[in-house]
């Protein structure tokens, strides 16, 4: 290869940036290829934002499954996929299903790989999986889902029973590539590339200029752009402002991939969550996850006026888009800021100290939680919560002066439809997610487990709510090998990138618990396969 300027022993077959799910699934794959691998992490602490993660692995098809006797067929998966990717294209009985010719092959690849990097990472004993079998995708109910359990994969839990932390995941993945004898470094920001005569990239520059070559080519597993303000203004339309993902997704990829000449995708597109603002303005930095389920069943949401505006229950993806409505009449977004109202008996029974869970432990101080004895004084409270707390917090919302009254009566409705079992207004607790996410019913309820009737006697607790990203997902495009293409469709040879900080394949969907995981390590692997086989 023509000379690239390096320090002394600043060279590896392939250079890995970012230490997230991706990368390490890069890292291992080419390991265990026979290549020399040397990471690079810009931040202290490995992990990226899968260190917040829920652990899940979405993974069609996978050994467990066929073991189980599961069928997950091919043609119904990418149907799925496909339905919730472009509903408004989606075409069943089309040779790429109304998606574009490049979408359905990035769809095709990951059902094809999906198992087969997964293999990887439990062959070089990074994950002991276990199947949630009990764990519904997020549209189980949909015709086009032929498999709607058994895809979700966890790692045996050591802190937790059930499943590892995002913490236990990541010092596993690098217990796992240090024993593979990759190289790690922390504290390690890339900012440019090095390319030879023709273009082929052969090295990264880091911050401090240290030129660092790439025999094999170099793979980028950055993170989202979530803290990228002036990249969130440019290309996500909405008013998404806030975000559970690391502090490294800073769209450190998207500004390389910019100055390449490199075809951006998906851009406009991310993970959704809601998340309790206040705790979030007030330290960032301590700030671990959004929320993943809306839990209790004395439990509503509602808007600024009082009244529920959406089935809390929904995948938080979903849930989050109801903060995003735009009111063409009153030119504003009304639900910008939505409210948490529960009772002390959900406080009680459902706070359970898990990631994605906004309810406090009792005990636990808890600042953000507006509590009044009774709905009017709640109301009183929250409406001077909004008024004093710094803007970001209220994000322009006010109570309607009759907010209180508002929110009694529908509380006195919602306890109606609880007492029967049925909510009217947008049938919570029919779907199999909303069933699974909510938990086992409270003892006495046996009509709908998401449902019951508040308390006639206070006191009452309020939330703050706003939408978020678990990170963005779009950057530049990358093709089936995860290599990344320029705007006229070539390939940049050399140059690979997968999970946050690329294109992803899955548009606007959300399509189970892991998805974020299944995708970043299945182009993970399959990137670090087609640079050992150059």
Not at 14 to 27: D, N, P
Not at 36 to 47: A, I, N, Q, S, T
Not at 90 to 117: I, K, N, Q, R
Request: hydrophobic fraction near 45%.
């Amino acid at each position: 290869m023509p000379e690239v300027p390096v320090d002394a022993a600043d060279a590896a077959d392939l250079v890995v940036v970012g230490t997230g799910a991706a990368g390490f699934s890069a890292a291992i794959t080419a390991a265990r290829a026979g290549l020399d691998v040397l990471m690079l992490e810009k931040r202290p602490e490995l992990g990226g934002t899968t260190a917040r993660s829920g652990t899940w692995i979405w993974v069609p098809n996978h050994r467990l499954m066929r073991e189980a006797g599961i069928d997950d067929p091919r043609d119904a998966a990418l149907r799925y996929m496909a339905r919730l990717n472009r509903p408004d294209r989606y075409e069943p009985d089309h040779s790429t299903l109304g998606l574009p010719p490049e979408e359905h092959a990035m769809l095709a690849a990951f059902y094809d790989h999906a198992a087969e990097a997964l293999d990887e990472l439990v062959d070089a004993g990074a994950i002991d999986p276990v199947m949630l079998d009990r764990a519904p995708d997020y549209f189980a109910e949909l015709p086009e889902n032929a498999a709607p359990y058994g895809r979700v994969i966890v790692s045996r839990g050591r802190e937790r029973p059930d499943q590892l932390t995002g913490r236990e995941l990541v010092d596993d993945l690098a217990a796992t590539a240090r024993r593979l004898g990759v190289r790690i470094e922390t504290g390690c920001a890339v900012r440019d590339v090095v390319r030879d005569g023709d273009g082929t990239v052969r090295g990264v520059v880091t911050a401090g200029g240290r030129r660092i070559a790439a025999r094999r080519g170099v793979v980028f597993a950055t993170g989202g752009f979530t803290h990228a303000e002036d990249l969130l203004r440019d290309f996500v339309t909405v008013p998404v402002r806030h975000g559970g993902a690391a502090p490294g997704s800073e769209g450190d990829f998207v500004r390389i991939g910019q100055r390449l000449g490199a075809r951006l995708h998906n851009m406009s597109a991310a993970w959704l969550a809601p998340v309790p603002i206040e705790p979030l303005v007030a330290d960032p930095t301590a700030f671990t996850t959004n929320i993943f389920a809306l839990r209790g069943d004395s439990m509503i949401l509602v808007d600024r006026t009082g009244r529920r505006v959406t089935n809390e229950k929904l995948a938080y993806n979903e849930l989050a888009s109801v903060f995003l409505r735009w009111d063409p009449a009153t030119a504003e977004y009304p639900n910008l800021r939505l409210f948490m109202v529960f009772d002390d008996a959900t406080a009680r029974l459902f706070a359970d100290g898990k990631s994605g869970n906004p309810l406090p432990l009792p005990g636990v101080p808890a600042p953000h939680v507006v509590t009044g004895e009774t709905i009017d004084e709640l109301a009183e409270r929250l409406a001077e919560r909004l008024e004093t707390a710094v803007p970001e917090v209220a994000g322009g919302i006010r109570l309607d002066p009759a907010f209180g009254p508002t929110l009694a009566a529908t509380i006195d409705a919602y306890g109606d439809d609880a007492d029967v079992g049925v909510d009217r207004a947008f049938g919570r607790g029919a779907s199999p997610i909303e069933l699974f996410r909510n938990g086992p019913p409270r003892p006495g309820n046996d009509r709908n487990p998401a449902m019951f009737r508040f308390s006639p006697v206070g006191p009452y607790h309020a939330i703050v709510l706003a939408p978020a990203t678990l990170d963005t997902k779009g950057g530049p495009a990358i093709d089936i090998h995860g290599r990344v293409l320029s705007a006229d469709g070539s390939v940049i040879p050399g140059l690979y990138a997968a999970g946050n900080c690329a294109g992803f394949p899955s548009a606007q969907a959300y399509w189970a618990g892991g998805a974020t995981v299944g995708l970043a390590i299945t182009f993970g692997h399959l990137a670090a396969r087609h640079a050992a086989a150059s």
